[in-house]
């Protein structure tokens, strides 16, 4: 069982070695999305909802950052509805933060991780597929001087309270 889940985290590392190389660990986490070019949404909510200076804090942290296409596929109401209500939006923001540093490889042991807001998030390994509440993971170990991004393909909405 131990060489599966070693295989799916090798897989995964290889697949898509070229971002862990491309990020820039001098920059926070802040810094790094900005300059990826593909979280101009993540990155406006998070300075709608206040979070920019926890996010540039000395961390770590572990991200689950949702792409601009990501957040392209909600309906325009739900994101008028965030950004209407901060709490909410901080809700379903942190719900993507993790605090520690969680890489690729301990990702895959995991069936949960604990959220910022102290929500369960379950994590999921399929194949080669790895989803954390039920957003696929696109790209793993995004370096960053305070913690690491994850990039997932689908914004991932906390339970309801």
């Avoid at 998070?46 to 957040?71: I, Y």
């Amino acid at each position: 069982m131990h060489l599966g889940k070693l295989f799916v985290a090798t897989m995964l590392a290889a697949l898509i070695g070229t971002s862990a190389t491309a990020s820039a660990p001098n920059k926070d986490i802040v810094d790094t999305a900005v300059g990826a070019g593909k979280f101009k949404t993540l990155v406006t909510l998070v300075k709608e909802a206040g979070l920019v200076e926890t996010l540039k804090g000395k961390g770590p942290f572990t991200v689950f950052a949702p792409t601009d296409e990501a957040f392209a596929k909600l309906p325009k109401s739900t994101v008028d509805a965030l950004l209407a209500d901060k709490e909410a939006l901080k809700r379903v923001l942190l719900y993507h933060v993790v605090p520690g540093t969680v890489k690729a490889a301990d990702v895959v042991k995991v069936k949960s991780a604990k959220s910022a807001n102290n929500l369960t998030i379950p994590v999921a390994v399929h194949g080669k597929t790895v989803t954390v509440a039920k957003a696929k993971v696109i790209a793993t170990d995004v370096m960053a001087s305070n913690g690491v991004i994850h990039i997932v393909d689908t914004v991932m909405i906390p339970p309801a309270k």
